[in-house]
């Protein structure tokens, strides 16, 4: 089976989210499909190093179509993506195995006899210093999903994806895991990928929210907003615009407000 054309691009970590030496992730004119179905069209995207990048779409759009293309789990028969050669990717489910202690399924991989220093040092990253030693079984569902992030980060990911990684934790604890990721954004600076269907999550967290639609980029929104992003009559014309690329109404104003005041309340379905 043919391969796609993956790069390593090598890129160290910086401030500004602007490409220092080309793009972090190129896919030109792209296509997928599952036997008659067309999923992806045609799709052009470019994603910079350092930029967090947010991608919103139906149900069944082809999000994690994407996101595993670009992680290398579909095949790109020949055709024209680039991507780093560090990927990591963290999904819905933690996917931890649950006959190894955190810190093994943390390390799951890692060449070296300092496997486990490293494994320790992103786990404190997530504050999970004091659950090494434990089964997985023994975490809460946000825990686990620290763990999965920790996996991701021991490798040093120059592109993270992330799979709606928030989607099956409880609100408060989603909260919780935003500010987490964004820490560890900053501190690490790699590309990132965020599958959501949640149109707040996306504006709070990213510089650039995409929308996927008929198999192609249908909507491309920066977010220019200084973070820590609050409730703000910006906030709501960019919700409003991106709602409307996905085909929803805008909710009514005394609707929207409560939004506002509870993020993470209307979501695509
Ligand atoms: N391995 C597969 N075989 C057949 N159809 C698939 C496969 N993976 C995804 N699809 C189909 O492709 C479409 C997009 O799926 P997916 O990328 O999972 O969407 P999303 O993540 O946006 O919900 C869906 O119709 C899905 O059924
Ligand atoms: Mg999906």
Redesign the pocket.
């Known amino acids: 089976m043919a391969q796609a054309t993956i790069h390593s691009l090598n890129t160290a970590p910086t401030e500004s989210a602007q490409p220092a030496c080309g793009p972090a992730v190129r896919l030109r004119n792209f296509s997928r499909q599952f036997g008659d179905t067309t999923v992806l069209r045609k799709l052009d995207l470019d994603i910079a190093p350092g930029e967090f990048v947010a991608l919103l779409g139906r149900s069944g759009s082809g999000?994690?179509t994407l996101l595993r293309t670009l992680a290398g789990l579909d095949p790109a028969e020949s055709q024209d993506v680039v991507t780093p050669g560090r990927r990591a990717v963290v999904f819905q489910d933690p996917r931890l195995l649950p006959w190894k202690p955190v810190w093994r399924n943390v390390a799951l991989g890692l060449p070296g006899g300092d496997a486990r220093d490293r494994a320790r040092a992103a786990l404190i990253e997530v504050g999970l210093g004091h659950r090494l030693d434990v089964w997985p079984a023994t975490l809460s569902g946000g825990e686990a999903q620290r763990a999965a992030l920790a996996r991701a980060l021991v490798r040093e990911p120059e592109l993270l994806l992330l799979?709606?990684p928030f989607a099956a934790v409880d609100a408060l604890t989603r909260i919780r895991m935003h500010d987490l990721v964004l820490s560890l954004w900053r501190a690490h600076r790699p590309a990132v990928l965020l599958?959501t269907h949640d149109v707040d999550e996306a504006i709070t967290l990213a510089d650039r929210v995409l929308v996927l639609d008929e198999g192609r980029i249908a909507g491309d929104e920066r977010i220019r907003l200084a973070r820590p992003r609050q409730a703000s009559a910006e906030f709501q014309s960019i919700r409003q615009r991106l709602l409307g690329r996905l085909g929803l109404e805008p909710p009514a104003p005394a609707q929207a407000a409560e939004l506002i005041a509870f993020p993470g309340g209307e979501a695509v379905s």
């Open positions: 999000k994690t799979d709606e599958v």
